[in-house]
Nanobody, 124 residues
Framework: QVQLVESGGGLVQTGSSLRLSCAAS????????MGWFRQAPGKDREFVASISWNGASTLYADSMKGRFTVSRDNARNTVYLQLNSLKPEDTAVYSCGASETGYFGRTPENYNYWGQGTQVTVSS
């Protein structure tokens, strides 16, 4: 069972950038497709971006395309989410999920393992 630990969140101003990391415990990390989701207070969990097991394919939520970039380093067992041009509405807890089936779509129920999340707060 893979364990995931997110880091890199924080309090930033509008227009700032952050890079989130999700480190996996498994040396077989490359077997998993990975997804990033976020959840703001009082709202449902929202798909952000995802990446295939080898990094060859990525998927983004339409509203975040062009501002956010997902990548992975299988040698470091880590997936990243670069957040640029942050806005107050990006404030949320960002979590990564791992899919052992290779699925890297928008549906959180298809991810098997989750981290605890990292808080991103964007002030206006």
């Amino acid at each position: 069972q893979v364990q995931l630990v997110e880091s890199g969140g924080g309090l930033v101003q509008t227009g700032s950038s952050l890079r989130l990391s999700c480190a996996a415990s498994e040396h077989t990390f490359s077997n998993y497709a990975m997804g990033w989701f976020r959840q703001a207070p009082g709202k449902d969990r929202e798909f952000v971006a995802s990446i295939s097991w080898n990094g060859a394919s990525t998927l983004y939520a339409d509203s975040m395309k062009g501002r956010f970039t997902v990548s992975r380093d299988n040698a470091r067992n880590t997936v990243y989410l670069q957040l640029n041009s942050l806005k107050p509405e990006d404030t949320a807890v960002y979590s990564c999920g791992a899919s052992e089936t290779g699925y890297f779509g928008r549906t959180p129920e298809n991810y098997n393992y989750w981290g605890q999340g990292t808080q991103v707060t964007v002030s206006s």
